[in-house]
């Protein structure tokens, strides 16, 4: 039997017979990878079943493409992968109907939203927010901006077109609706009732849990399990691996053709002194 790997995971998450894979992780364990999705430390085609929650609105959009094709290399022929992201349609839709009761509810499944801007900081926050994943550094290297988490959002168009020309066939999925009987439970607190509730404040407080944010670090008292997550905002989407790509061939697809903007993203490593700074520090361009 294959691996059955959670990527992104968090360190407080466990489920029997799951690995999983974090860049948040100090060290390996039998069960626990530590590093990222674009560079899997499993050989191919190892494992049965990927899931992806909430990882993928994380990742730079010119990386994405090679972190898909790296998910297919792990895979399986006919592998099972589950991704769960905001939904970019639900929200714009939302935002553009002036829906405040939606927000409202969304909110409640993500405190972290930004409230001082009404709807449409509420809005923004799903497609850029702040966080410890990336850093923005000024054009000169020399000033250090913001860290950021949400980095780019998708609808089920952009995600399957990627998904399909990188080796998978897609379907929109709902929630608690996996193929794999595993992934038909909820996330959930361990030791509480195993069906989804909005991981917020209110509900931490209702059943003596602790999860806050202290200088930089979180303290949490207590482990999550299960998969899906967050049924209003999120688009979920499940595939079969049909074909392998390389990380080349995506590469190619999505960030060297001529008739792809990201091209542009590269513009800069024709700056003689950019370029100087940057092989001073030591960095790569992804």
Avoid at 198 to 212: K, M, P, T
Avoid at 224 to 233: A, E, I, N, W, Y
Wanted: some cysteine.
């Amino acid at each position: 039997m294959g691996i059955r790997l959670n990527v992104g995971a968090s360190p407080i998450w466990e489920q029997p017979g799951w690995h999983t894979l974090d860049h948040k992780l100090s060290g390996n364990t039998e069960f626990a990878i530590a590093g990222d999705a674009s560079d899997i430390k499993l050989p191919d085609e190892s494992c049965d079943v990927i899931f992806c929650s909430h990882v993928f609105e994380h990742i730079p959009h010119v990386k994405l493409p090679l972190v898909i094709a790296e998910l297919n290399r792990v895979l399986k022929a006919d592998g099972v992968l589950r991704i769960l992201t905001p939904d970019l349609a639900k929200v714009a839709r939302a935002y553009v109907d002036n829906d405040a009761e939606f927000f409202r509810r969304a909110l409640s499944e993500d405190e972290s939203l930004r409230t001082d801007l009404g709807l449409g900081g509420m809005f923004m926050n799903f497609i850029v927010s702040p966080g410890q994943d990336t850093a923005l550094l000024s054009r000169d290297l020399g000033t250090f901006i913001a860290g950021y988490a949400h980095l780019y959002s998708y609808d089920y168009y952009m995600l399957s077109t990627m998904l399909n020309s990188l080796g998978f066939v897609s379907r929109q999925a709902k929630f608690n609706d996996s193929s794999e009987i595993d992934m038909r439970t909820p996330l959930h607190v361990v030791g509480l009732n195993p069906e989804w509730q909005d991981l917020n404040q209110d509900f931490y407080s209702r059943n003596q849990l602790v999860h806050r944010l202290v200088d930089g670090k979180y303290e949490i008292n207590f482990k999550v399990s299960g998969f899906d997550r967050d049924p209003l905002t999120s688009l979920i989407v499940e595939a079969e691996k049909s074909f392998k790509v390389s990380g080349e061939q995506a590469d190619a697809i999505y960030n060297k053709s001529e008739s792809n903007y990201n091209r542009y993203a590269w513009s800069l490593l024709r700056d003689p002194s950019f370029t100087s700074k940057l092989s001073s520090m030591d960095v790569s361009p992804y």
